[in-house]
Every structure is written in structure tokens, then in C-alpha cells.
């Protein structure tokens, strides 16, 4: 195996691994769950001020 | 008969399993409507935020909204670097429910085939897209940290810059919202008062469906920027086909049957297909008389 190949991996990993730590910590599940339950102005662009 | 039948699952096993995924997904997705609550699971598919019927995040809409509320998407980056890792682009082929709709409109469609050098150029379009509506997210989170707000300069856009471009969330979210709230103009006059953004996104909805009916998942090769980052990453995933040189006759059967367009052959010599636009569907592996292709894992 490469180690170009083994160096992505590696730095996938971390990066998954390391925002998933942190997300679980600063419980932003919560966040995820207020935005998915409702229509947001966002994407509703130029529709919704 | 029943021989006959035994054969014909055996044949097309990877396809019939990968549609039910595909329904089974789409109906959990829209899981709202069953009444079941929204959860915090971020997956990386193409199906909006906004939709309250839809009970799973789109990691990139999660990401470009987060941004641009100046807030760090970690659940949405966490989901788009372990998928990547670990199946590749094969959320695409599999769980994306614009993925679904891509494949139904490809199949009942004309499929013209592109060339390999356009299908890798598309990617790059797809993926210098990505990195442009990264680039401004990315802005306006620094310009609203320091209190300076630059979401003036990107109009009714400024909240998630790609649906300037998306056909998804107008699918997904805005017909919806029409729908739900009863929006819709009951004469004439009220077609004209609503605003150019929405003619635009419709267009380009309207378009997008057109073009993927004349080349399959059109949408996932050129313009889905959030499966041009996982093709990036998926050149480096764990799970991948492998061709056998020994075995492959060089038919092209393979090449033929890909929605993807990936140019399978060219990967006869290193034995293993990585290239950014394969989504793992597996077409390749069933249309293969010689059996020269599997799906690897490691």
C-alpha cells in the first residue's frame, strides 16, 4: 500500500473521527434536529425575507 | 420456470438490492409524514434541509447553512470524511434520494454515452464548484464572526450560495414549502408578482431533469458539489472494485452499462478502479459475462 494511499486514510480518519469528538461534545445534534424541523429562509431564497 | 427466475435474481441481485435500498431510504428520509420526529443523523445526500417531512440531513446543505450562521459544521464534515473512508462515493449510488430520481429519469431516457476526458472534466467542474461555494460560505463565516457581514453581496442567496445552482432544494424544499403553506397563485397576476428567484431555481430544476434524461445522473457528474468531495476522497476509500486482468476479455459490457461513464478499461493495468466518479452501483460487476470484477474492501 502507498503512502500517499495510507495518508489519506489516515487524514479521513482524523478528520471524521476528531469533528465527531467535538460535535458530540458541544451536543450539536441539537442544532441539527432544530433545522430539520422547519422550512428555513436559506434555502427558500428570494421567496422567504 | 422457477430456474429461470433463480437465475434472473442471481444476475441482477446487486441491482435489486440497490433499488430497495434506494426506496426503502427515500421513504425513511421523508419520515416526517409518518409522523416520526426529526433526528440528528447527517448523511451525505442530496435531498435539502428544510423539508420539516425530512428527518435526515443533506451533509453539504447542513454545511453551507452552519457556515454561513458562523457555525463550525463538524457532524456534516465528520459525516463526509468517514463515509468517503469507508464506502466511498457509494452514498451516492445507494442512499442519495436526487440520486433516485436521477436513476429513474436516466432509465427511462435516451443514455448517450461522454467521453472519458469529459466525464473527468466534469468532475473538476463539479469539484471547482464546490470549492467556489466552499470559498464564499467560508467568507461570509469570517466576515460575520469579526461583525462585518458581506451577505449583502450574495442577494437572496447569501444563506446557502449553491442553490443558486441546485435543483434539489427547489424539489425538496421550496415546492414543498409552496405546497404546504399554500403559496401557489390562484390567477394569472399573481404568477407575475412572484419573485425571479424562483422562476430561476425552477429553471434550473427544469433543465437539470432535462439533461439527466438525455445523459444519466448528469446532475451527480457535473453539478453535485457535494459528490465531487467525496470523489476526491473516494480515491482513497477502503471499499473499491478490483478488475482482474486474467479474466477480463475486454468486452466493454462494463463501460457500456455505467451511468457513471468511468472508463473501467483503463484501470485493467493497476486492478483497481478509483476513479472520482465511480459510485459503487455495481452495474459493472452484473454486466460482466467473465466475472472479472469484484468489490473490494481494504
Redesign the interface.
Known sequence: MSLKLKSARLILFLIGTICLAVAIYVGQAEVVKELLSQFLKEELAGYVS | MAESKKRILERYCATIARKFTQILVFIVIFGGIFGF????I?LPIRV?????Y????DAW??M???L?RA?VP??A??SI??F??FIGRAACGWLCPFGLINDVIGAIGKRKKLSPNVVLSLWKFALFLAGLFIFIDVSIYYNEVINRSIKGYF??????PS??IDPV?PMF??L???T?ND?WPSNMSGWFSL????Y??IFIMIAVIIACYYFPRLYCKALCPLGAVMGL?S??S?SFLSISKGLCNECKLCERVCPMDVPILDFLESGEIRHPQCILCLKCVEACPKRALTLKFG
Open positions: 420526529a426529526a433526528t440528528s447527517v435539502g434541509l428544510s423539508n420539516p425530512v428527518i435526515i440531513a446543505m447542513l453551507e447553512i452552519m454561513t457555525i463538524l457532524l464534515l465528520a470524511a468517514l468517503s473512508l442577494g437572496a442567496f447569501y444563506g446557502a442553490t443558486f432544494t424544499s421550496l414543498f414549502w409552496m404546504y403559496k419573485p425571479a428567484e424562483f430561476w431555481r476522497a480515491q482513497y477502503l
